[in-house]
């Protein structure tokens, strides 16, 4: 199958990239490198099976693909803040391209959602069936709404189109390739142990998050595009840690020595968030296999090796 997927240069991108490089398909690559990098997807550059498009899915592309996984938008706070009218037109402007992509070719369409359109949550855990508990005019809204209007846009292509998609609502994940000033919080505790830094634990701590491994959820977004099932579906790992007593386990697995620094919590930060998997469970027979201590040494690992071989690490 020939396979187009956006955003591929980044984070999940790449490892989904792996797994259907490594199932023999045709995939073609399409990024515009803003929270992306080459270096992701380096081992494919010279194989016959693999094309690398460097172009904005804001602007429209004609393009003749069997399937299409839509990830395409920056997933930090960090990086969807800093530009936040182009992180909407990301998600806006972007999925309708890539749903028009989809009409034209009859491919099947893919969208990576997320937890965020719950919102800061009054349901827990979260079903897909809760509607969600949005601040419109936040400053989390340009991501959060926006991708509540991709899953919109998504549904009434499909009613309308009849074009085939399947919707995933992605619960945290880490592992390997997150960008080292990401400003998410796994990466953050990790590169400030290695480099003997406080770890930066906003508010008290006491909010809550579940982290799922990628290549758990890239596991996931395979059955789910193979499934007759169409979404929305929760992917995440239903353990749930609050974020205090991750400081603390990667304080224990990198540097013992590494002092804990409160910093403010963030505007409309969600107090606590954790997938309700019985859907992915059921329709999917999916559930996470890698428990966070282990995902955790694989993501220490690859920071380590990055970090050692641009001279940045000062913790052995
Ligand atoms: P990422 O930032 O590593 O990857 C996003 C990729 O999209 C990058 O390669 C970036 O360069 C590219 N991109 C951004 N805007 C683009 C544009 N206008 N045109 C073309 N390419 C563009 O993030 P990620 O963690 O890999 O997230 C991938 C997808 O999964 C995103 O849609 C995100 O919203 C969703 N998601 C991720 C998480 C998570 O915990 N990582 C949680 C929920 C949802
Ligand atoms: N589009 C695209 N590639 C295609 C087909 C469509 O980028 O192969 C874009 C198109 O430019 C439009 C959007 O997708 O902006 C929605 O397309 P659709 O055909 O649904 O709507 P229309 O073009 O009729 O407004
Ligand atoms: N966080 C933190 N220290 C950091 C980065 C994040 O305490 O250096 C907190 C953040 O306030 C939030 C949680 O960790 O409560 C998860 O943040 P992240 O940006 O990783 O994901 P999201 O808030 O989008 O779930």
Redesign the pocket.
Known sequence: MRILV??G?????SHLIDRLMGANHEVIC???????RKQNVLQWLNHPNFELIR????EPIRLEVDQIYH??????PV?YQYNPVKTIK?NVM?TLNMLGLAKRVKARFFL?S??EVYGDPEVHPQPEEYRGSVNTIGIRSCYDEGKRVAETLAFDYHRQNDVDIRVVR????YGPRMLENDGRVVSNFIVQALQGHPLTVYGDGSQTRSFCYVSDLVEGFIRLMDNDYIGPINLGNPGEYTILELAQSIQKMVNPDAALKHEPLPQDDPRRRQPDITKAKTMLKWEPVVPLKEGLELTIADFRTRLEAEGKLTVS
Do not use: E
């Open positions: 956006t955003g240069a980044g984070f999940i991108g399409l990024d515009n490198f803003y929270t992306g172009h904005d899915v804001t990830l395409a938008c920056p997933a930090s990086h990301t972007g990576a997320t937890s992605i619960f945290n994940t």
